[in-house]
């Protein structure tokens, strides 16, 4: 766990394989990310509002997963977020919500992305591709 407050945190600006699960728990706290990074573990995000900002580099969900929890607001800015499947992003409630500003969102070949939980958001420009469908129930 890494109580993050109203702090912000810089990964490396070097290419990144991240392998274990981690709380982020924050208040308007930001994750800065400066290089290709390879999610293989769970990334769990609690507060009002936390940020993952990418700065144009990618963040790659082939095994990895980003969870919101229950009353807590996640905004993924400026990034690109590759191989999405079904599970890759997700919220715990209903009070849980997603933002999308400015995302290049690439769901993983033949995959479909169900969002049956919380809410999403779209700002500036959203490009999602794949050959799978997404749904939002």
Known sequence: TLNMGYYNVELSKLP???NSDLHWIGQTSLVNIFAHTDLRGTWTFTGPRCEITGHGQVLDLAQGAIVVDNNS?????????DNITESAIRCMGNNSKIILDNVVWKQDAGS???FDQGSIE???KVRMSGNGLFVYS
Do not use: G
């Not at 607001?73 to 977020?81: A, E, F, G, Q, R």
């Open 16 to 18: 990144l394989v991240w």
């Open 122 to 124: 779209f700002m500036n």
């Open 112 to 114: 479909s992305y169900i």
């Open 73 to 81: 607001v996640l905004c993924l800015s400026n990034i690109t977020l």
